[in-house]
Protein backbone atom coordinates (compact mmCIF):
# COMPACT_ATOMS: atom_id res chain seq x y z
CA UNK A 1 0.00 0.00 0.00
CA UNK A 2 1.28 3.64 -0.74
CA UNK A 3 2.79 5.57 1.96
CA UNK A 4 0.98 8.80 0.12
CA UNK A 5 -2.26 10.22 2.26
CA UNK A 6 -5.00 8.63 -0.24
CA UNK A 7 -7.11 12.04 0.75
CA UNK A 8 -4.82 15.29 1.99
CA UNK A 9 -7.02 17.74 3.34
CA UNK A 10 -5.39 21.02 4.12
CA UNK A 11 -6.23 24.54 5.68
CA UNK A 12 -9.98 24.10 4.03
CA UNK A 13 -12.00 26.62 5.12
CA UNK A 14 -15.72 27.25 3.92
CA UNK A 15 -17.79 30.32 3.86
CA UNK A 16 -21.41 30.88 2.56
CA UNK A 17 -22.76 34.31 1.67
CA UNK A 18 -25.86 34.53 4.00
CA UNK A 19 -28.53 36.50 2.57
CA UNK A 20 -31.83 38.23 4.24
CA UNK A 21 -33.74 38.52 1.21
CA UNK A 22 -33.73 37.85 -2.58
CA UNK A 23 -33.82 41.04 -2.83
CA UNK A 24 -30.05 41.38 -1.33
CA UNK A 25 -29.17 38.55 -3.66
CA UNK A 26 -29.82 40.58 -6.39
CA UNK A 27 -28.42 43.88 -5.04
CA UNK A 28 -25.30 42.15 -4.77
CA UNK A 29 -25.48 41.06 -8.07
CA UNK A 30 -24.79 44.49 -9.59
CA UNK A 31 -23.12 45.64 -6.37
CA UNK A 32 -19.77 47.77 -7.00
CA UNK A 33 -16.90 46.09 -5.73
CA UNK A 34 -16.27 45.82 -1.94
CA UNK A 35 -20.28 46.33 -0.92
CA UNK A 36 -21.75 43.72 0.95
CA UNK A 37 -25.57 42.13 1.07
CA UNK A 38 -25.18 39.29 2.92
CA UNK A 39 -23.36 37.63 6.08
CA UNK A 40 -20.53 35.54 5.84
CA UNK A 41 -20.62 32.49 7.08
CA UNK A 42 -18.21 30.21 7.78
CA UNK A 43 -19.34 26.13 7.67
CA UNK A 44 -15.86 25.24 8.55
CA UNK A 45 -12.84 27.14 9.32
CA UNK A 46 -8.91 25.83 8.91
CA UNK A 47 -9.70 22.16 8.62
CA UNK A 48 -6.87 19.49 7.85
CA UNK A 49 -6.06 16.03 8.06
CA UNK A 50 -4.85 12.68 5.81
CA UNK A 51 -6.43 9.53 5.10
CA UNK A 52 -4.41 7.17 4.02
CA UNK A 53 -4.93 3.85 1.80
CA UNK A 54 -6.59 1.31 3.64
CA UNK A 55 -7.82 3.90 6.45
CA UNK A 56 -11.70 4.10 7.21
CA UNK A 57 -11.93 7.36 9.10
CA UNK A 58 -15.65 8.73 10.65
CA UNK A 59 -15.93 12.55 10.67
CA UNK A 60 -18.68 12.90 13.90
CA UNK A 61 -20.42 15.88 14.99
CA UNK A 62 -23.37 17.66 16.42
CA UNK A 63 -26.17 19.11 13.37
CA UNK A 64 -24.99 21.65 11.52
CA UNK A 65 -20.85 21.00 12.40
CA UNK A 66 -19.86 21.24 9.21
CA UNK A 67 -19.49 17.13 8.26
CA UNK A 68 -21.58 17.49 5.02
CA UNK A 69 -19.69 20.56 3.44
CA UNK A 70 -16.40 18.88 4.30
CA UNK A 71 -17.46 15.64 2.23
CA UNK A 72 -18.53 17.83 -0.20
CA UNK A 73 -15.40 19.62 -0.76
CA UNK A 74 -13.71 16.48 -0.48
CA UNK A 75 -15.86 15.21 -3.15
CA UNK A 76 -15.60 17.68 -5.26
CA UNK A 77 -18.93 19.17 -5.34
CA UNK A 78 -18.61 22.09 -3.31
CA UNK A 79 -15.51 24.21 -3.71
CA UNK A 80 -13.59 25.51 -0.14
CA UNK A 81 -12.90 29.35 -0.13
CA UNK A 82 -9.53 28.56 1.43
CA UNK A 83 -7.33 25.65 1.38
CA UNK A 84 -7.24 22.27 -0.41
CA UNK A 85 -8.27 18.98 -0.68
CA UNK A 86 -5.86 16.26 -2.39
CA UNK A 87 -7.10 12.72 -3.84
CA UNK A 88 -4.99 10.48 -4.84
CA UNK A 89 -7.14 7.89 -6.88
CA UNK A 90 -10.63 7.44 -7.97
CA UNK A 91 -13.17 8.53 -6.07
CA UNK A 92 -16.96 7.36 -5.39
CA UNK A 93 -19.51 9.21 -3.17
CA UNK A 94 -22.40 8.21 -1.50
CA UNK A 95 -23.73 11.86 -0.59
CA UNK A 96 -27.12 12.58 -0.19
CA UNK A 97 -29.66 10.78 -1.52
CA UNK A 98 -31.19 12.59 -4.70
CA UNK A 99 -27.66 13.36 -5.79
CA UNK A 100 -25.90 11.59 -8.61
CA UNK A 101 -29.10 10.10 -10.12
CA UNK A 102 -31.63 11.64 -13.06
CA UNK A 103 -34.85 10.81 -11.82
CA UNK A 104 -36.59 10.84 -15.27
CA UNK A 105 -33.81 7.90 -16.67
CA UNK A 106 -34.60 4.28 -15.17
CA UNK A 107 -32.58 2.60 -12.97
CA UNK A 108 -30.27 1.10 -16.07
CA UNK A 109 -29.69 4.20 -17.36
CA UNK A 110 -28.50 6.12 -14.59
CA UNK A 111 -25.59 3.35 -13.98
CA UNK A 112 -24.46 4.09 -17.00
CA UNK A 113 -24.45 7.81 -16.64
CA UNK A 114 -22.88 7.61 -13.32
CA UNK A 115 -19.87 5.27 -14.54
CA UNK A 116 -19.62 7.83 -17.04
CA UNK A 117 -19.21 10.42 -14.47
CA UNK A 118 -16.66 8.09 -12.54
CA UNK A 119 -14.77 7.74 -16.02
CA UNK A 120 -15.69 4.48 -17.02
CA UNK A 121 -16.27 3.87 -20.74
CA UNK A 122 -19.71 2.13 -21.76
CA UNK A 123 -18.18 -1.41 -22.48
CA UNK A 124 -16.69 -1.11 -18.92
CA UNK A 125 -19.33 -0.40 -17.51
CA UNK A 126 -21.35 -3.62 -19.40
CA UNK A 127 -18.36 -5.49 -17.64
CA UNK A 128 -19.65 -4.45 -14.62
CA UNK A 129 -23.55 -4.29 -14.78
CA UNK A 130 -24.24 -7.70 -13.96
CA UNK A 131 -22.07 -7.34 -10.15
CA UNK A 132 -23.98 -4.02 -9.88
CA UNK A 133 -27.48 -5.67 -10.67
CA UNK A 134 -26.57 -8.28 -8.14
CA UNK A 135 -25.54 -5.94 -5.21
CA UNK A 136 -28.72 -3.53 -5.45
CA UNK A 137 -31.39 -6.46 -5.86
CA UNK A 138 -33.82 -4.57 -7.20
CA UNK A 139 -35.25 -6.95 -9.56
CA UNK A 140 -37.46 -5.79 -12.62
CA UNK A 141 -37.38 -2.30 -10.80
CA UNK A 142 -33.94 -1.99 -12.72
CA UNK A 143 -35.91 -0.69 -16.06
CA UNK A 144 -38.49 2.09 -14.32
CA UNK A 145 -37.54 5.31 -13.66
CA UNK A 146 -35.84 6.25 -10.27
CA UNK A 147 -38.18 8.93 -9.19
CA UNK A 148 -40.57 5.62 -8.75
CA UNK A 149 -37.93 4.30 -6.25
CA UNK A 150 -38.40 3.77 -2.28
CA UNK A 151 -35.71 5.65 -0.50
CA UNK A 152 -34.42 1.75 0.22
CA UNK A 153 -34.07 1.22 -3.50
CA UNK A 154 -32.30 4.19 -4.26
CA UNK A 155 -29.73 3.49 -1.50
CA UNK A 156 -29.15 0.19 -2.69
CA UNK A 157 -28.67 1.13 -6.42
CA UNK A 158 -26.76 4.04 -6.00
CA UNK A 159 -24.03 1.79 -3.38
CA UNK A 160 -23.64 -0.74 -6.09
CA UNK A 161 -22.59 2.08 -8.77
CA UNK A 162 -20.21 3.46 -6.32
CA UNK A 163 -19.14 -0.03 -4.63
CA UNK A 164 -18.70 -1.87 -7.48
CA UNK A 165 -16.15 0.28 -9.63
CA UNK A 166 -13.63 -0.25 -7.19
CA UNK A 167 -12.82 2.91 -5.93
CA UNK A 168 -9.23 4.36 -4.04
CA UNK A 169 -11.66 6.31 -2.08
CA UNK A 170 -15.03 5.94 -0.78
CA UNK A 171 -17.09 8.74 0.48
CA UNK A 172 -20.53 7.66 2.64
CA UNK A 173 -22.85 10.26 4.12
CA UNK A 174 -24.92 8.77 6.07
CA UNK A 175 -26.63 7.16 3.42
CA UNK A 176 -26.59 3.61 4.06
CA UNK A 177 -28.88 4.00 7.65
CA UNK A 178 -31.96 4.89 4.93
CA UNK A 179 -31.07 0.76 3.74
CA UNK A 180 -32.95 -2.18 5.50
CA UNK A 181 -30.51 -3.77 7.99
CA UNK A 182 -30.13 -6.70 6.13
CA UNK A 183 -28.40 -4.32 3.15
CA UNK A 184 -26.78 -1.80 5.70
CA UNK A 185 -24.77 -5.15 6.85
CA UNK A 186 -24.09 -6.34 3.35
CA UNK A 187 -22.79 -2.72 2.17
CA UNK A 188 -20.60 -2.70 5.40
CA UNK A 189 -19.11 -5.90 4.55
CA UNK A 190 -18.76 -5.10 1.34
CA UNK A 191 -16.69 -1.54 2.65
CA UNK A 192 -14.47 -3.81 4.89
CA UNK A 193 -13.60 -6.00 1.60
CA UNK A 194 -12.77 -2.52 -0.16
CA UNK A 195 -10.47 -1.45 2.85
CA UNK A 196 -9.61 -4.40 3.17
CA UNK A 197 -8.21 -3.92 -1.00
CA UNK A 198 -6.39 -0.57 0.11
CA UNK A 199 -9.75 1.82 -0.42
CA UNK A 200 -9.45 4.76 2.06
CA UNK A 201 -13.00 5.24 3.30
CA UNK A 202 -14.47 8.46 5.13
CA UNK A 203 -17.98 8.15 6.63
CA UNK A 204 -20.26 10.54 7.80
CA UNK A 205 -22.73 9.65 10.53
CA UNK A 206 -24.43 10.27 13.71
CA UNK A 207 -23.91 6.55 14.80
CA UNK A 208 -20.84 6.41 16.63
CA UNK A 209 -21.02 2.62 17.18
CA UNK A 210 -20.78 2.39 13.25
CA UNK A 211 -17.63 4.47 13.40
CA UNK A 212 -16.64 2.50 16.32
CA UNK A 213 -17.02 -0.61 14.40
CA UNK A 214 -15.68 0.46 10.94
CA UNK A 215 -13.33 3.25 11.48
CA UNK A 216 -9.66 3.35 12.72
CA UNK A 217 -9.84 6.96 13.46
CA UNK A 218 -12.12 9.92 13.28
CA UNK A 219 -12.59 13.70 13.47
CA UNK A 220 -14.76 15.44 15.42
CA UNK A 221 -15.64 18.74 13.95
CA UNK A 222 -17.46 21.32 16.29
CA UNK A 223 -18.64 24.79 14.73
CA UNK A 224 -17.02 24.02 11.76
CA UNK A 225 -13.53 23.57 13.60
CA UNK A 226 -11.41 20.51 13.82
CA UNK A 227 -11.76 19.93 17.69
CA UNK A 228 -10.07 16.34 17.49
CA UNK A 229 -8.64 13.96 15.43
CA UNK A 230 -7.17 10.35 16.62
CA UNK A 231 -8.05 7.07 17.68
CA UNK A 232 -11.93 6.07 16.78
CA UNK A 233 -12.82 5.53 20.25
CA UNK A 234 -11.13 8.28 22.14
CA UNK A 235 -13.13 10.78 19.61
CA UNK A 236 -16.25 8.61 19.87
CA UNK A 237 -15.34 9.46 23.95
CA UNK A 238 -14.76 13.19 23.32
CA UNK A 239 -17.99 13.31 20.94
CA UNK A 240 -20.28 12.21 23.68
CA UNK A 241 -18.53 14.48 26.37
CA UNK A 242 -19.11 17.24 23.99
CA UNK A 243 -23.04 15.96 23.13
CA UNK A 244 -24.19 15.12 26.52
CA UNK A 245 -22.61 17.03 29.34
CA UNK A 246 -22.02 20.52 30.21
CA UNK A 247 -19.60 22.88 29.26
CA UNK A 248 -17.62 22.05 32.57
CA UNK A 249 -17.40 18.53 32.32
CA UNK A 250 -16.39 18.56 28.54
CA UNK A 251 -13.39 20.78 28.99
CA UNK A 252 -12.27 18.56 32.45
CA UNK A 253 -12.95 15.77 30.19
CA UNK A 254 -10.71 17.16 27.59
CA UNK A 255 -8.16 18.23 29.47
CA UNK A 256 -7.75 14.95 31.25
CA UNK A 257 -7.56 13.42 27.82
CA UNK A 258 -4.64 15.57 27.07
CA UNK A 259 -2.89 14.77 29.84
CA UNK A 260 -3.20 10.67 29.55
CA UNK A 261 -3.30 10.47 25.81
CA UNK A 262 -1.90 13.26 24.52
CA UNK A 263 -1.05 11.59 20.70
CA UNK A 264 -4.42 10.14 20.62
CA UNK A 265 -6.47 13.46 21.02
CA UNK A 266 -5.79 16.84 19.74
CA UNK A 267 -8.10 19.18 20.97
CA UNK A 268 -8.19 22.49 19.52
CA UNK A 269 -9.36 25.77 20.86
CA UNK A 270 -12.53 24.16 22.27
CA UNK A 271 -12.78 27.47 25.03
CA UNK A 272 -13.38 29.55 22.59
CA UNK A 273 -15.86 28.84 20.59
CA UNK A 274 -17.76 26.38 22.73
CA UNK A 275 -21.78 26.62 22.56
CA UNK A 276 -23.61 25.55 26.13
CA UNK A 277 -26.80 26.48 24.27
CA UNK A 278 -29.07 24.50 21.87
CA UNK A 279 -29.29 20.75 22.28
CA UNK A 280 -27.21 20.44 25.06
CA UNK A 281 -29.25 19.45 28.39
CA UNK A 282 -28.91 21.27 31.47
CA UNK A 283 -28.14 17.92 33.53
CA UNK A 284 -25.95 15.27 32.75
CA UNK A 285 -27.61 12.84 30.25
CA UNK A 286 -26.39 9.30 29.59
CA UNK A 287 -22.89 8.78 28.00
CA UNK A 288 -22.70 5.88 25.30
CA UNK A 289 -19.64 3.35 24.82
CA UNK A 290 -18.54 0.51 23.07
CA UNK A 291 -20.94 -1.92 22.25
CA UNK A 292 -19.71 -5.45 23.22
CA UNK A 293 -20.86 -8.68 21.58
CA UNK A 294 -21.08 -10.80 25.11
CA UNK A 295 -23.83 -9.91 27.36
CA UNK A 296 -22.56 -12.01 30.22
CA UNK A 297 -18.68 -12.00 30.48
CA UNK A 298 -17.33 -13.94 32.89
CA UNK A 299 -17.29 -12.34 36.18
CA UNK A 300 -13.41 -11.91 36.85
CA UNK A 301 -12.79 -10.32 32.84
CA UNK A 302 -13.07 -7.14 32.35
CA UNK A 303 -14.69 -6.28 28.94
CA UNK A 304 -11.79 -5.58 26.18
CA UNK A 305 -13.61 -2.63 25.06
CA UNK A 306 -14.08 -0.96 28.65
CA UNK A 307 -9.97 -2.01 29.20
CA UNK A 308 -8.93 -0.22 25.98
CA UNK A 309 -11.35 3.10 26.88
CA UNK A 310 -10.08 3.30 30.21
CA UNK A 311 -6.85 3.44 31.57
CA UNK A 312 -8.38 3.86 34.84
CA UNK A 313 -11.59 1.98 35.22
CA UNK A 314 -13.40 2.07 38.65
CA UNK A 315 -16.74 0.81 37.82
CA UNK A 316 -18.15 -0.64 34.59
CA UNK A 317 -21.14 -1.85 33.35
CA UNK A 318 -21.82 -6.13 32.60
CA UNK A 319 -24.52 -8.23 32.07
CA UNK A 320 -27.53 -6.27 30.48
CA UNK A 321 -30.62 -7.69 29.20
CA UNK A 322 -34.08 -6.05 28.23
CA UNK A 323 -37.03 -8.49 29.51
CA UNK A 324 -40.99 -8.60 29.03
CA UNK A 325 -43.06 -8.36 31.95
CA UNK A 326 -43.30 -11.31 32.47
CA UNK A 327 -39.51 -11.38 33.09
CA UNK A 328 -38.35 -13.00 29.71
CA UNK A 329 -35.43 -11.81 27.68
CA UNK A 330 -37.24 -10.16 24.48
CA UNK A 331 -36.74 -8.06 21.76
CA UNK A 332 -40.11 -7.69 20.27
CA UNK A 333 -42.73 -5.63 22.23
CA UNK A 334 -45.69 -4.00 21.49
CA UNK A 335 -46.43 -0.21 21.09
CA UNK A 336 -46.96 0.16 24.88
CA UNK A 337 -45.40 -2.55 26.22
CA UNK A 338 -43.45 -2.50 29.26
CA UNK A 339 -39.93 -3.38 28.65
CA UNK A 340 -37.81 -3.87 31.75
CA UNK A 341 -34.10 -2.88 30.85
CA UNK A 342 -31.68 -3.96 33.66
CA UNK A 343 -27.20 -4.42 34.18
CA UNK A 344 -25.23 -5.06 36.46
CA UNK A 345 -22.88 -2.09 37.96
CA UNK A 346 -19.53 -3.66 39.05
CA UNK A 347 -17.67 -1.18 41.45
CA UNK A 348 -13.73 -1.62 41.34
CA UNK A 349 -13.37 1.76 43.23
CA UNK A 350 -15.33 3.22 46.55
CA UNK A 351 -17.30 5.98 44.77
CA UNK A 352 -19.41 8.38 46.57
CA UNK A 353 -22.35 8.99 44.14
CA UNK A 354 -23.13 7.77 40.76
CA UNK A 355 -25.84 7.82 38.50
CA UNK A 356 -27.19 5.08 35.62
CA UNK A 357 -28.71 6.44 32.69
CA UNK A 358 -30.49 5.36 29.45
CA UNK A 359 -30.95 6.31 25.90
CA UNK A 360 -32.91 4.63 23.23
CA UNK A 361 -32.57 6.03 19.77
CA UNK A 362 -33.84 5.27 16.19
CA UNK A 363 -31.88 3.25 13.80
CA UNK A 364 -30.48 7.24 12.48
CA UNK A 365 -29.51 7.86 15.99
CA UNK A 366 -31.99 10.38 16.49
CA UNK A 367 -32.62 9.96 20.70
CA UNK A 368 -36.18 9.03 21.43
CA UNK A 369 -36.01 8.77 24.67
CA UNK A 370 -33.19 9.30 27.57
CA UNK A 371 -33.81 8.92 31.19
CA UNK A 372 -31.37 8.60 34.85
CA UNK A 373 -31.24 7.94 38.13
CA UNK A 374 -30.51 10.74 38.55
CA UNK A 375 -33.63 12.21 37.55
CA UNK A 376 -36.10 10.40 39.73
CA UNK A 377 -33.66 10.35 42.51
CA UNK A 378 -31.96 7.41 42.30
CA UNK A 379 -28.54 7.95 42.30
CA UNK A 380 -26.76 4.80 44.02
CA UNK A 381 -24.83 6.28 47.00
CA UNK A 382 -21.87 5.22 48.90
CA UNK A 383 -20.67 2.29 46.80
CA UNK A 384 -17.98 0.29 47.82
CA UNK A 385 -15.12 -1.56 46.14
CA UNK A 386 -16.18 -5.08 45.32
CA UNK A 387 -19.57 -4.36 45.57
CA UNK A 388 -22.01 -5.46 42.46
CA UNK A 389 -25.03 -3.26 42.29
CA UNK A 390 -28.22 -4.20 39.80
CA UNK A 391 -30.04 -1.54 38.15
CA UNK A 392 -33.48 -1.85 36.32
CA UNK A 393 -35.47 0.59 34.39
CA UNK A 394 -39.17 -0.17 33.60
CA UNK A 395 -40.07 2.21 30.56
CA UNK A 396 -43.28 2.04 28.87
CA UNK A 397 -42.46 1.88 25.12
CA UNK A 398 -44.60 4.35 23.81
CA UNK A 399 -42.91 4.82 20.65
CA UNK A 400 -44.36 4.33 16.81
CA UNK A 401 -43.74 1.22 15.19
CA UNK A 402 -39.76 1.09 14.38
CA UNK A 403 -36.57 -0.50 15.62
CA UNK A 404 -34.62 1.39 18.71
CA UNK A 405 -31.11 1.00 20.08
CA UNK A 406 -30.42 1.01 23.67
CA UNK A 407 -27.36 2.66 25.62
CA UNK A 408 -26.39 2.60 28.44
CA UNK A 409 -23.84 4.90 30.92
CA UNK A 410 -22.49 5.28 34.00
CA UNK A 411 -21.45 8.50 35.56
CA UNK A 412 -20.19 9.31 38.99
CA UNK A 413 -22.05 12.49 40.12
CA UNK A 414 -19.59 15.28 41.42
CA UNK A 415 -22.38 17.70 42.04
CA UNK A 416 -25.58 18.47 40.98
CA UNK A 417 -24.64 19.53 37.31
CA UNK A 418 -21.87 17.74 36.79
CA UNK A 419 -20.11 14.05 36.48
CA UNK A 420 -17.54 12.06 35.72
CA UNK A 421 -18.35 9.49 33.18
CA UNK A 422 -17.82 5.70 34.33
CA UNK A 423 -18.44 3.69 31.16
CA UNK A 424 -20.56 3.54 28.63
CA UNK A 425 -22.06 0.76 26.18
CA UNK A 426 -23.52 2.33 23.20
CA UNK A 427 -26.53 0.63 21.36
CA UNK A 428 -26.17 -2.64 23.11
CA UNK A 429 -29.92 -3.83 22.91
CA UNK A 430 -32.08 -3.75 20.36
CA UNK A 431 -36.04 -3.47 20.89
CA UNK A 432 -38.32 -4.07 18.40
CA UNK A 433 -41.92 -2.00 18.57
CA UNK A 434 -44.76 -3.46 16.73
CA UNK A 435 -48.11 -2.37 16.70
CA UNK A 436 -50.79 -4.44 14.66
CA UNK A 437 -52.70 -1.20 13.87
CA UNK A 438 -50.87 2.07 12.68
CA UNK A 439 -52.46 4.62 14.40
CA UNK A 440 -49.46 7.28 14.59
CA UNK A 441 -46.09 8.08 12.63
CA UNK A 442 -42.96 9.66 14.13
CA UNK A 443 -41.19 8.27 17.26
CA UNK A 444 -43.48 9.80 20.19
CA UNK A 445 -46.87 7.08 20.70
CA UNK A 446 -48.92 10.16 21.74
CA UNK A 447 -52.70 8.87 22.70
CA UNK A 448 -55.09 10.38 20.25
CA UNK A 449 -58.86 10.73 20.11
CA UNK A 450 -60.16 11.72 17.29
CA UNK A 451 -63.59 11.95 15.31
CA UNK A 452 -65.41 13.47 12.89
CA UNK A 453 -68.72 14.88 14.17
CA UNK A 454 -71.78 15.93 11.91
CA UNK A 455 -72.57 19.44 11.92
CA UNK A 456 -75.26 20.13 9.44
N1 LIG B 1 -25.53 26.28 0.86
C1 LIG B 1 -25.48 26.75 2.10
N2 LIG B 1 -25.71 28.05 2.35
C2 LIG B 1 -25.65 28.56 3.59
N3 LIG B 1 -25.34 27.82 4.69
C3 LIG B 1 -25.11 26.51 4.50
C4 LIG B 1 -25.16 25.91 3.20
N4 LIG B 1 -24.87 24.59 3.34
C5 LIG B 1 -24.66 24.39 4.66
N5 LIG B 1 -24.80 25.54 5.36
C6 LIG B 1 -24.63 25.74 6.78
O1 LIG B 1 -23.34 25.28 7.14
C7 LIG B 1 -23.37 24.64 8.40
C8 LIG B 1 -22.80 23.26 8.25
O2 LIG B 1 -23.72 22.46 7.50
P1 LIG B 1 -23.47 20.92 7.21
O3 LIG B 1 -24.64 20.43 6.44
O4 LIG B 1 -22.13 20.74 6.64
O5 LIG B 1 -23.50 20.33 8.69
P2 LIG B 1 -23.57 18.83 9.16
O6 LIG B 1 -22.57 18.69 10.27
O7 LIG B 1 -23.45 17.91 8.02
O8 LIG B 1 -25.03 18.79 9.78
P3 LIG B 1 -26.06 17.55 9.93
O9 LIG B 1 -25.48 16.64 10.98
O10 LIG B 1 -27.30 18.24 10.43
O11 LIG B 1 -26.23 16.92 8.60
C9 LIG B 1 -24.83 24.66 8.87
O12 LIG B 1 -25.00 25.73 9.77
C10 LIG B 1 -25.60 24.89 7.59
O13 LIG B 1 -26.79 25.60 7.85
Given at each position: MSSEPAISVSGVSKCFEMYNSPRDRLRQFFAPSGRKYYREFWALRD???DVMPGETIGILGRNGSGKSTLLQIIAGTLTATNGDVRVNGLLAALLELGSGFNSEFTGRENVFLNGAVLGFSRKQMEAKFAEIQTFADIGEHMDQP???YSSGMYVRLAFAVQACVDPQVLIVDEALSVGDEKFQRKCYEYIEGLRARGCAIVIVTHATSTVEKFCQRAVLLHHGRLHGI???NAIIDQYHALLYSDEKA???YLNSEATNDAAAIAPLDVAVDLDVGADVPSSPEPLPAAPADDHAPD???LPAAVQETHTRLRAYIENWSAEDARGERCEVFMVGE???VSARVRVLDDIDEMQFGILLRTVEG??????????HNANLKSATRGGVYEVRFEIDLALCEGTYFVTLALAEAISHADMAYLDRKTDIIILKVREPRTKGTGIAALPVSVAFTKLR
Amino acid sequence: MSSEPAISVSGVSKCFEMYNSPRDRLRQFFAPSGRKYYREFWALRDVSFDVMPGETIGILGRNGSGKSTLLQIIAGTLTATNGDVRVNGLLAALLELGSGFNSEFTGRENVFLNGAVLGFSRKQMEAKFAEIQTFADIGEHMDQPVRTYSSGMYVRLAFAVQACVDPQVLIVDEALSVGDEKFQRKCYEYIEGLRARGCAIVIVTHATSTVEKFCQRAVLLHHGRLHGIGYANAIIDQYHALLYSDEKAYLRYLNSEATNDAAAIAPLDVAVDLDVGADVPSSPEPLPAAPADDHAPDENVLPAAVQETHTRLRAYIENWSAEDARGERCEVFMVGEPVIVSARVRVLDDIDEMQFGILLRTVEGVSAFGSSTMYHNANLKSATRGGVYEVRFEIDLALCEGTYFVTLALAEAISHADMAYLDRKTDIIILKVREPRTKGTGIAALPVSVAFTKLR
